[in-house]
């Protein structure tokens, strides 16, 4: 069974400034997929990135980038020149590879709070 | 750009009572997952479908059932509602299965038993 762990429960930052979020995670597959979900006030769940465990290169999408180190189970999130709007809940996700398999495994959340 | 929608966006119902919530997937997409939010909770997986049959089921107690119809719609039934269910109810959407796309998650459900 998969397992993700965040540890970080609550974090904050003056807004412009970068942020990282740690994540790491348990499995015993080789080929998953990793995801970060953000979820505001509005408790809608939005993907913010992914990341394919086949790929070697860190997913990068506008300010969201990801630190991916594959051996070390760990898959991290940077968000650059923050804003307010990043204010949320943010959860990393494991999703196996295999068809019939379509679990996300979610870890607890870290409570993202940026500051004016 | 359509979304999933979810139907209602609040429920209030009371103990031993049943609850039938609604998830009305993006357009062509063919998978349907459910996931329940308790207070202060991250997701948890229920259940999912594709192509209108079962494809992975997760910890949904024996009092849910849940089914995807002709039009990918899916409905999330809920008998013998006890406090312990009161959570977000999330649907969520992907065409196809076994892909890294992530879904695409509706505004929820919140089902508050009293």
């Known amino acids: 069974a998969q397992t993700v762990t965040q540890s970080q429960p609550e974090m904050s930052v003056q807004e412009a400034e970068t942020v990282t979020l740690s994540c790491t995670y348990d499995t015993s597959e080789n080929n998953y997929y990793l995801f970060w979900y953000k979820q505001p006030p509005s408790r809608q769940m939005i993907l913010v990135i992914r990341?394919?465990?086949?790929?070697?290169q860190n997913a990068t999408e506008n300010r969201f980038s990801v630190n991916f180190q594959k051996a070390a189970k760990s898959f991290s999130l940077k968000i650059s020149d923050s804003q307010l709007g990043d204010t949320a809940m943010y959860f990393c996700a494991h999703k196996p590879f295999n068809f019939g398999n379509e679990k996300l495994t979610f870890g607890t959340g870290t409570r993202l709070t940026i500051i004016p | 750009a359509a979304g999933v929608i979810q139907s209602p966006r609040h429920l209030i119902k009371e103990k031993r009572e049943t609850a039938t919530l609604k998830c009305y997937p993006i357009?062509?997409?063919?998978?349907v997952y459910w996931y329940q939010q308790g207070p202060g909770q991250d997701p948890q997986f229920l259940i999912s479908?594709?192509?209108?049959?079962?494809?992975d089921k997760g910890s949904i107690p024996d009092r849910f059932s849940a089914q995807q119809f002709s039009d990918y719609h899916s409905e999330l039934n809920m008998s013998s509602l006890e406090l312990g269910d009161s959570a977000l109810y999330f649907c969520?959407?992907?065409?196809?299965?076994?892909?890294?796309?992530?879904?695409?998650f509706g505004s929820g459900t919140r089902l508050t038993v009293v």
């Open positions: 990341q394919e465990a086949y790929k070697q």
């Open positions: 357009p062509r997409h063919d998978t």
């Open positions: 969520a959407s992907s065409l196809g299965t076994g892909r890294p796309y992530g879904y695409t």
């Open positions: 479908f594709y192509e209108k049959m079962q494809s």
